[in-house]
């Protein structure tokens, strides 16, 4: 004890003398780093995550590259591209960011300086956790304002549907998006008149192009109209027609016959309540319409928005006589569509094939072989690697033991061991061989291109799954094919972006599971310079990788020509060509509920309702509906097919098919996929599949150590999809 204590008092006193001369140095603590991520600090697991970090000048410097690192469903740590932090209006320094949590955990890291472009994340700061993670099989509804029938709306409609669904109310004062893809967590966002003049114009044009590309937005503006109608942002767009004034409105038993509730004429003023009137006529599909003096005020319109939709209401829920009233719930719940999704059955529980129909599709391009030429890949099936360890460990114990001691020569274990472990490792090898992957990698693809004829935009959504023979690391990129002629150079592959591919749920290697999926080539990667590559992914020996992408582009010229109109009857009248470069095999054209067979379609060729075959049902056509017994059936959907088209099929028309009443499973990430919204209001989607070696996504794949890249092989034709609008009128 005393030796202890006098060695001590000896480094003290020699700790005391550096110091004094200048030899040692207090490390200071880096200056505190300030982090805001998702909506009010929500973040949903595998969605795409607004994320900013931000400091004073004495943490951040302007002009610095700054990284961070978040998990992986594996969870190994992936560096996102270097942003340059930048200074702001009060004075402090910040950089924002794009990523997706694969692990419910939260953890990250931050790196700022010039060695952000390592792979490895810095030891400087440690790990950060961030609290308020969403599980990946939550839907997630974004409001801006204050609508407390939202949370209450959306309780009626997890009872209604079975799901399990987070109400955020967000601050409009910090909105942190700015990008469309930072709104990929919520499957709809309400915004209040009262609170845009509150967003920054990055979140509304963030928003608008988010809404555009597949969104559902509920936008609450009534007499704030007249203040978004005045106003410079993207948010005016959202209203259903040029606002020319405020009209009194006293009559409302349309909006309390609507809302199945009373009491609303008791708490309005005496000069009545407030509505927007609009010029030209309104564009979409009126669902209340309030009639005051000579003609009718429509106060709920859903519309077609790109690719997307827009429900406007013209009450302002979150103010006034409105606010507290009980219709509200079931008015959000309507504007949300509740009543047109009523009478779905509650989903089946989460099983161990698929928790979604993105899990599915993940499943099936994760299965070797798919559509495509070349030598078979299959692997090891598990009774034989349980067979051959069973008889190594059966010729170890008793035959090994049992010849030794019959010939009473103990030291011949020495040579029979290593001839067994020898024997069978070769055995081993030659399953390789036979029933393994070869020596070539492989990576499988699958792709839904859609287009917009009302703006001339287009997206693409493309998953690939690659496979190797031995550890090794993955350097991928996506990028828009503009070799197809359809894209413009100026804009293709505006905003691509690719990431790892994980199913949802709690199942094994699932996005919520309690511990990471187990990978046997457990190390860091990071992105390029931009979201569209990844650089050195870690894939382990005779093992998958599966990759998913997106990305936006313009079009050249028009891709369609139509002259399509709704009919009274709710058909479709007039024609249709297309003008893609390429023919579109097994056409066929949606409005509604009724499909229309149009077969190949060749560019510039014109098909026309008069002289093709009638209309069908849709629902029956998905669900490939047949006469048994004097009764139509529908085929029961398998939930363990790997045919990706039949897939994709069902994920394009969730929704319109009876979603999780007829699948069984939620369409999970696929739902931006869903188009059954459009064909409701003044649009009709052709849909077919491109002819040929036709693509619109560009995936680079190339394995460290091999000189070519890997070639990605088509698992299933390339979905395209054209969104056109409907003409007033239908064509003399």
């Not at 009857?569 to 095999?585: I, R």
């Not at 007829?662 to 849909?687: C, H, I, S």
Request: charge should be neutral; aromatic fraction near 6%; include cysteine.
């Amino acid at each position: 004890m005393r030796q202890g204590t006098a060695v001590g008092f000896q480094h003290a006193v020699i700790v005391a003398v550096l110091a004094a001369a200048g030899g040692v140095a207090r490390a200071e603590p880096p200056p505190p780093l300030d982090v805001a991520v998702g909506f009010d600090g929500g973040w949903r697991v595998g969605s795409w995550t607004p994320l900013v970090i931000s400091s004073t000048t004495a943490g951040l410097r302007d002009g610095e590259p700054v990284s961070v690192w978040v998990e992986d469903p594996d969870g190994q740590f992936v560096r996102s591209p270097p942003a340059v932090a930048a200074a702001t209006a009060d004075g402090r320094v910040e950089a924002r960011f794009s990523v997706r949590f694969g692990r419910p955990t939260g953890r990250l890291r931050i790196g700022h300086g010039p060695t952000v472009s390592a792979p490895e994340p810095p030891p400087t700061r440690g790990d950060l956790r961030l609290v308020g993670s969403i599980p990946s099989t939550e839907r997630v509804i974004v409001t801006y304002g204050r609508v407390p029938a939202g949370s209450r709306a959306a309780r009626l409609l997890d009872r209604e549907q079975g799901t399990t669904t987070r109400v955020i109310e967000a601050a409009a004062a910090g909105a942190i998006a700015f990008a469309a893809r930072d709104y990929d967590a919520a499957d709809a966002v309400i915004v209040c008149g009262s609170a845009v003049a509150d967003l920054p114009p990055s979140a509304v044009a963030a928003l608008d192009a988010w809404v555009s590309n597949g969104g559902r937005l509920v936008f609450l503006a009534g007499g704030s109209a007249s203040t978004i109608a005045t106003g410079s942002t993207a948010a005016t767009r959202w209203l259903p027609g040029e606002f020319t004034s405020l009209r009194p409105l006293r009559r409302l038993g349309a909006v309390e016959a609507y809302a199945r509730a009373g009491g609303l004429a008791e708490r309005m003023p005496a000069e009545g309540l407030l509505v927007p009137q609009f010029s030209d006529r309104t564009a979409g599909v009126i669902d209340v319409t309030a009639f005051e003096g000579a003609g009718g005020l429509p106060l709920m319109v859903r519309r077609a928005y790109g690719m997307g939709t827009i429900t406007w209401m013209g009450l302002d829920l979150d103010l006034g006589p409105l606010l507290g009233w009980s219709g509200c719930d079931t008015l959000v719940m309507a504007a949300l569509g509740g009543r047109i999704q009523s009478g779905l059955e509650r989903p089946l529980t989460e099983s161990g094939d698929a928790a979604d129909l993105a899990g599915q599709l993940r499943s099936a391009l994760d299965t070797f072989p798919t559509v495509g030429g070349g030598s078979a890949v299959r692997p090891v099936p598990f009774e034989l690697i349980a067979g051959l360890g069973l008889l190594y460990v059966l010729c170890l114990y008793p035959f090994d033991w049992w010849f030794v001691s019959r010939q009473g020569r103990p030291w011949l274990a020495w040579l029979t061991l290593p001839v067994l472990a020898a024997g069978f490792s070769a055995a081993a090898w030659g399953l390789k061989d036979r029933w393994g992957i070869g020596r070539e990698p492989l990576a499988h693809t699958a792709e839904v291109v859609d287009f917009d004829a009302a703006d001339g935009r287009v997206r693409g959504s493309s998953w690939a799954a690659v496979i190797a023979a031995g550890n090794g690391r993955l350097d991928v990129a996506v990028s828009a094919d503009e070799a197809s002629g359809a894209l413009s150079g100026s804009g293709a592959g505006d905003g691509a972006a690719v990431s790892w591919c994980e199913s949802a749920g709690r199942g094994f290697g699932g996005l919520d599971a309690a511990v990471p999926h187990p990978s046997l080539a457990a190390a860091d990667y990071g992105y390029g310079a931009t979201l569209a590559r990844l650089d050195g992914v870690p894939i382990a020996a005779a093992s998958s990788r599966v990759f998913e992408a997106e990305w936006s582009a313009a079009v050249r010229e028009p891709v369609v020509t139509a002259t399509l109109a709704r009919t009274e009857q709710g058909t479709l009248a007039g024609g249709v060509a297309h003008h893609l470069p390429f023919p579109l095999v097994g056409c066929r054209l949606l409005h509604a509920g009724w499909l229309y067979d149009l077969g190949t379609l060749r560019p510039g060729e014109r098909y026309d309702t008069a002289s093709g075959r009638g209309p069908r049902s849709l629902a029956s056509a998905i669900t490939r509906r047949a006469a048994a017994k004097d009764r139509d059936t529908a085929t029961r959907w398998d939930r363990a097919t790997t045919d990706i088209d039949r897939i994709l099929e069902v994920a394009s028309f969730h929704a319109a098919a009876g979603g999780p009443s007829y699948t069984g499973l939620d369409a999970g990430r696929l739902a931006r996929l869903d188009m059954t919204p459009l064909l409701t209001v003044d649009r009709a989607v052709l849909v077919g599949v491109a002819d040929g070696d036709h693509h619109g996504t560009t995936w680079t794949i190339g394995l460290r150590g091999v000189a070519a890249n890997v070639e990605p092989r088509p698992a299933a034709a390339t979905l395209c999809r054209i969104v056109i609008p409907l003409a007033a009128e239908p064509a003399p």
